[in-house]
């Protein structure tokens, strides 16, 4: 089994040795720091498969979004109220040309009651509160094979593709409720290339009865 792993930044080990059916898993993160912008689009740099290392059968793909929100809440009313803050996003893997390969959609939230106000706006007290942050991720795994598909990903050099990612955050209470949102993305793509080789055995047994053809070919010609 022939492996290359890459990760940015690039890092290259080998290993290897005989299969019929051989896969060659190559790792992608965006960015190194593991932070994804979101609202914007960010670019994966994918190694193409090699077509002199075999025949490219299929493409895996394992698409990796997840979401982490915070969130401040006060409740001002005289009254006291209930309050969900949530956060949900969108990531979507894309090729060249834009078209979708894959779209995943992490969300988080959190619950609490809030007391009436307490009359000091700190997002703490009986009125107010700092949520810890909280974490969602999704995930999709999917098998490319069509002969575009093979195609983009084969060749010497690198397959740019893209990962568009919008969140949209939300706090819901009562009418008078001050609140304040933050979230950030993190996307990552594996993609395995599965290819068929010849096994050595089956290099010999070409060249054998490549051999045993030509001898008996000899044989023929030296009796005429």
């Given at each position: 089994?022939?492996?290359?792993?890459?990760?940015?930044?690039?890092?290259?080990?080998?290993?290897?040795?005989?299969?019929?059916?051989?896969?060659?898993?190559?790792?992608?993160?965006?960015?190194?720091?593991?932070?994804?912008?979101?609202?914007?689009?960010?670019?994966?740099?994918?190694?193409?498969?090699?077509?002199?290392?075999?025949?490219?059968?299929?493409?895996?793909?394992v698409f990796l979004?997840?979401?982490?929100?915070?969130?401040?809440?006060?409740?001002?009313?005289?009254?006291?109220?209930?309050?969900?803050?949530?956060?949900?996003?969108?990531?979507?893997?894309?090729?060249?040309?834009?078209?979708?390969?894959?779209?995943?959609?992490?969300?988080?939230?959190?619950?609490?009651?809030?007391?009436?106000?307490?009359?000091?706006?700190?997002?703490?007290?009986?009125?107010?509160?700092?949520?810890?942050?909280?974490?969602?991720?999704?995930?999709?795994?999917?098998?490319?094979?069509?002969?575009?598909?093979?195609?983009?990903?084969?060749?010497?050099?690198?397959?740019?593709?893209?990962?568009?990612?919008?969140?949209?955050?939300?706090?819901?209470?009562?009418?008078?409720?001050?609140?304040?949102?933050?979230?950030?993305?993190?996307?990552?793509?594996?993609?395995?290339?599965?290819y068929s080789v010849p096994e050595?055995?089956?290099?010999?047994?070409?060249?054998?009865?490549?051999?045993?053809?030509?001898?008996?070919?000899?044989?023929?010609?030296?009796?005429?």
């Amino acid at each position: 089994m022939k492996t290359t792993v890459i990760a940015l930044p690039l890092l290259l080990t080998f290993a290897a040795h005989a299969q019929v059916l051989q896969t060659s898993p190559v790792t992608i993160t965006s960015p190194s720091s593991g932070n994804a912008a979101l609202n914007t689009i960010t670019s994966l740099s994918i190694p193409q498969f090699n077509v002199a290392g075999g025949t490219l059968q299929s493409i895996s793909i394992v698409f990796l979004g997840s979401l982490t929100a915070s969130a401040k809440m006060e409740n001002l009313s005289a009254f006291p109220v209930g309050v969900t803050a949530s956060d949900a996003g969108t990531y979507v893997l894309k090729r060249p040309d834009t078209s979708s390969i894959a779209t995943v959609a992490p969300s988080a939230s959190s619950v609490a009651t809030l007391a009436a106000y307490d009359g000091v706006l700190d997002f703490a007290g009986t009125s107010g509160n700092t949520f810890a942050d909280k974490t969602g991720t999704d995930s999709a795994s999917l098998t490319l094979s069509t002969a575009s598909d093979l195609a983009l990903f084969s060749g010497a050099g690198n397959l740019s593709l893209t990962v568009s990612a919008t969140a949209t955050p939300s706090a819901i209470g009562g009418p008078n409720l001050i609140s304040s949102t933050a979230s950030v993305g993190y996307a990552s793509a594996t993609v395995t290339y599965n290819y068929s080789v010849p096994e050595p055995k089956e290099y010999a047994a070409a060249v054998g009865l490549a051999l045993v053809g030509f001898a008996a070919w000899r044989r023929r010609t030296a009796r005429r």
